[in-house]
């Protein structure tokens, strides 16, 4: 058993890193006027891209005949993932879209699961997500064209994930280095059609390094550094707050409060997903 001064420095570093991810998505949200969603999204794909395989360093990975298609699926889809998140984000709430496109880890789970038990978590959260289907009339009714944009989100990180285990074993750490390459060369063609020369000004670079940096460069360092010291059932756990700490920031940061119904749902959200994670079949050691 690992003593509990050992776990300090890896839960803050996990906390820190989902802190980043919501700001930079916050952040991503004030350059849409400019450079449209998607376009921000290549913005974010090709700076992050280049950043992480620096950090990672990419080059040392060895694509063969037999290990690239698993790598190229798990890039498209980190790529969709990415793309219809911040697309959902232009008519939803920061916090409502991160709770959504947590359906998608919390699928694989269920779907993996050899518990009766995530099934519950799993009707905990479908019940969150009717509690933030649009009601006719209603003032706080959300796009449905956003959540569906969410929920396309949220296939995407399922397949992003069986598929990116399979890439990991094949190619260890340099396996995001070179997903984030994949992805941001299907992005680019897309941000550049609906950006245009905003892309390329160099004006905004100063912005786009700061969202990458954000959303890319600092959770994948801190990420790192709380897998190597906190047991995966525990990792799990904690990044299930994403979706509540995406709406604190979204309250502080874009002004997007949220009704008690919605805050309901994201608490349901979460909480089946830090069920599912802590009932994992896996080494807590």
Same mark, same amino acid.
């Given at each position: ?128 997500? #009717?509690?933030?289907?649009?009601? @006719?009339?209603?003032?706080? &009714? *959300?796009? %449905?064209?956003? =959540?569906?944009? $969410?929920?396309? /989100? ?37 941000? #550049?059609?609906?950006?245009?020369? @905003?892309?390329?000004?160099? &004006? *905004?670079? %100063?912005?786009? =390094?700061?969202? $990458?940096?954000? /959303? ?48 309901? &749902?994201?608490?349901?959200?979460? =909480?089946?997903? $830090? ?11």
């Amino acid at each position: 058993m690992r003593p509990a001064s050992a776990l300090v420095i890896p839960i803050l570093c996990l906390l820190l890193a989902i802190v980043s991810m919501a700001a930079g998505a916050a952040f991503a949200k004030s350059l849409f006027p400019v450079m449209g969603a998607t376009g921000t999204t290549a913005a974010r794909a090709v700076m992050g891209a280049l950043i992480v395989f620096v950090l990672l360093r990419g080059w040392r990975a060895r694509l063969t005949r037999d290990n690239w298609k698993p790598l190229a699926i798990y890039g498209v889809t980190l790529g969709g993932t990415n793309l219809f998140f911040f697309i959902s984000l232009t008519t939803l709430p920061l916090g409502i879209a991160s709770a959504i496109e947590f359906l998608g880890p919390l699928s694989v789970s269920v779907i993996f699961s050899q518990t009766r038990k995530d099934y519950f978590w799993a009707a905990l959260a479908v019940l969150g997500l #009717v509690l933030l289907m649009p009601i @006719a009339g209603s003032p706080d &009714a *959300l796009d %449905p064209i956003g =959540i569906c944009w $969410a929920l396309a /989100s949220a296939a995407c990180w399922a397949l992003y994930i069986i598929y990116g285990r399979q890439a990991g074993k094949q190619h260890g750490q340099q396996a995001v280095a070179l997903g984030m390459t994949a992805a941001a060369l299907v992005i680019a063609p897309l941000g #550049v059609a609906e950006a245009g020369p @905003a892309l390329f000004d160099i &004006a *905004l670079l %100063p912005t786009i =390094i700061a969202l $990458a940096v954000l /959303s890319s460069a600092i959770p994948i360092s801190l990420e790192m550094i709380s897998l190597q010291g906190l047991p995966p059932r525990t990792f799990g756990v904690l990044l299930s707050i994403e979706p509540a700490i995406s709406a604190v920031i979204g309250f502080v940061l874009l002004d997007e409060a949220l009704t008690i119904r919605q805050m309901f &749902a994201i608490a349901f959200v979460v =909480i089946a997903c $830090a069920g599912a994670a802590a009932s994992a079949r896996s080494d807590d050691g």
